[in-house]
T-cell receptor
Framework: DSGVTQTPKHLITATGQRVTLRCSPR?????VYWYQQSLDQGLQFLIH???????AKGNILERFSAQQFPDLHSELNLSSLELGDSALYFC??????????FGSGTRLTVV | GENVEQHPSTLSVQEGDSAVIKCTYS??????FPWYKQELGKRPQLIID?????GEKKDQRIAVTLNKTAKHFSLHITETQPEDSAVYFC???????????FGKGTRLSVIA
């Protein structure tokens, strides 16, 4: 157990629907990063939150949004889902040391 | 922004041989370079990292080298074992709080 908790582990939904992915960082970590990993693809940065504030945006679609709550957990909202959104979504947290700790990911399948 | 290129995309070695994976980065200001191992269906896990004030770092069978002038860094795995089979990702970042930029990964297969 890495200490970073992601739920749900698997999600199957239909095109056009909306889903919410949840991430709880390691205790004491203020930063949460979201990444998308498509089949045989690398890790694409989506968005970064630090202590409740958005700090950086990467290749995140307008249909996607995120937030970080006062208890530091974060949610990634994906709407108007398309087949191409099927992927593994990872969150990671980081403390003062620079390496990430990843959660186990949420596998999203859009049918 | 930062761009990280990783080669090769696939690598097969015989058990006991060495494996080398190379990455180049574009932003000369980047100063932190971690390597992650991802087994099938699992999360990426940090295996070793290096900062720009160091040229080489070793941890048992794993070593990383950094050439700041050429803007490239490499992962070296010696005496490979079947359990080393996985996808390896390099990454780079400018500072402790900016997002890591990952290479596209190298699928390493160690043949027994």
């Amino acid at each position: 157990d890495s200490g970073v908790t992601q739920t749900p582990k698997h999600l199957i939904t239909a095109t056009g629907q909306r889903v919410t992915l949840r991430c709880s960082p390691r205790s004491g970590d203020l930063s949460v990063y979201w990444y998308q990993q498509s089949l045989d693809q690398g890790l694409q940065f989506l968005i970064h939150y630090y202590n409740g504030e958005e700090r950086a945006k990467g290749n995140i679609l307008e249909r996607f949004s995120a937030q970080q709550f006062p208890d530091l957990h974060s949610e990634l909202n994906l709407s108007s889902l398309e087949l191409g959104d099927s992927a593994l979504y990872f969150c990671a947290s980081r403390r003062d040391d620079w390496g990430y700790t990843f959660g186990s990911g949420t596998r999203l399948t859009v049918v | 922004g930062e761009n990280v290129e990783q080669h090769p995309s696939t690598l097969s070695v015989q058990e006991g041989d060495s494996a080398v994976i190379k990455c180049t980065y574009s932003d000369s200001a980047s100063n932190y370079f971690p390597w992650y191992k991802q087994e099938l269906g699992k999360r990426p896990q940090l295996i070793i990292d290096i900062r720009s004030n160091v040229g080489e770092k070793k941890d048992q069978r794993i070593a990383v080298t950094l050439n700041k002038t050429a803007k490239h860094f490499s992962l070296h795995i010696t005496e490979t074992q079947p359990e080393d089979s996985a996808v390896y990702f390099c990454a780079a970042t400018l500072s402790g709080n900016t997002p890591l930029v990952f290479g596209k990964g190298t699928r390493l297969s160690v043949i027994a």
